[in-house]
């Protein structure tokens, strides 16, 4: 599956080569070199597939699609100093801050340009802009459930102090399931799928993404040997965690209060990072989570059941799976 | 003239209000209500006019040119760290970086959505495209022409210690003339000019931005009293200002070296900065500036020679010399 998403590798590196500075050529390469699963390419492509359309119908918007979700990369990397992506050294570790912000900010353009010659085009564009617009308040979102760390004017006015799970849910239905509900939307488009089809594929890709990101953060919080800093939102004080938000719910008062002032502490240490996972795990959170992801996943493969019987949309509900599972 | 670009106002905030979330608004709209002269927004309007267009057309394109000015400008306070615009605080000061950050990204796409409802969509689309992939490029080489004050390994790799005025003249195209010339093209775009007008109009932007951006270097270093802090080129390290690489010429070799290692000083202070500008302000550089403005000037106004007469004709001839007055 993620050998379908390496067929957008050649490209989006033609696109970057196209018109590009030979000496910015590398550092716009970077990000796509050092790795990533092309699973929202490979969502984008089944989708297609699963509509009727061509393969070679998806590939643009296919590459179009992974580039936003590379734009949205590297711009979070530079808001959460982020030091390591991949497995590898970040772009702004790389480059430098100032070069990382101008290759996403040329990833914008090349998007544009590649998206130009796709099937169905001012629709695919339109899917595009507002899944952008969607992941940009989304972070926003996510930052001002920051509870520390940061001295910024307008996150510390209006910080989010107590969120509910419900806007949890709003902020990652931003941040996250929107690219997902464009990347089988515009799959769906690609393969110039009537409007229900379109619909029931932006169905399954906004529900696999919520699943997706619960289980991300699950992960975040209480995974092991999955090769993730641990408890990295504990340590960056991210309230917007789905395991977190479920766990609060289970401590006591005075466990809470710990929780939350470990959370608020402008620098975690690791120890203090251990005891507030494990004031998370010896809740039922975990576990809770995953049944909401779950039911999630149900929801997305329900909105299948519009889709023709085919090899493709079982490839569909395969891949929502292994989304899910984290096994691509 | 500085009223015909406030025609674009309610567009650009009708815009912002469009679809952003209300906690979001007073951060978007901070950069357009901070000032600005939009002389860029004039300059599609009076295009568009002088060639036989109406007002109304190119209202649309004209909001979007300025907003991909105030994009660009958002990202250089990022990049530079820059505490006033516009004799008032940055957003990234008032805001902070990183919702500075996300208002930038999110002009990106409210300027797409603008561009949707305009006249010859998909060529004025190319053009902005374009001029933003330049003003990125643009901004790489501004950044590689700096001689110090920032630790990063791509800039520090590929620095260019000694730019000829060739390479001066490629960065200031790429970083200015480009939105010039895109502004005088999606002008002529809006008034469905023939191409050979869209080419005059695209000539005349061109040569009066690098015009522009020449008597801009100038004062930087040479003016007094404009409002700009002072010799702020040299404090920033900057090599890429014409008054300094023609002044360079005229420098004795012991000058010279005095000059380029003040650039190369980390922290240049006050004192340093006015020895710098000495430096500068002894040689005809001033004088030798203004007259490569006034050639590329002259130049612009050759390609409104193939124009109607009309006075919107003479309008653009009027708008380019307040732009490089800086009078407007």
Known sequence: ????????????????????????????????????????????IVSCLSAGGRLQDSLRPAAAIEMIHNYSLVMDDLIDRGRVRRGKPTLRVKAGDSTSLLVAMYYREVLDEILQMSARRSNVRRIAVEAMMDIIDGERLDLLFEQAGREEPYLESKRIKNPSFSQYLTMIGKKTASLFKAAAEVGGEAARGNPAIVRNLAGFGWNSGLAFQIMDDVLDICGIGTGKEEAKDIVEHKLGNAAILVALRYMTPRQRTEFLNILRTERVSRVLAQRARL?????????????????????AKEHLAGLRESKHRRSLELLSDLIVSRKL
Chains 1, 2 share one sequence.
């Open 1 to 44: 599956m993620t050998g379908l998403g390496r067929k957008v590798d050649h490209i989006i590196l033609e696109a970057l080569k196209k018109g590009s500075s030979p000496g910015f050529l590398s550092s716009l390469k970077y990000p796509f070199m050092a790795g990533g699963k092309r699973m929202r390419a490979a969502l984008v």
């Open 279 to 299: 004031l998370v795990t010896q809740t039922p959170a975990e576990a809770e989570c995953r049944e909401i992801a779950k039911a999630y996943l149900r929801n």
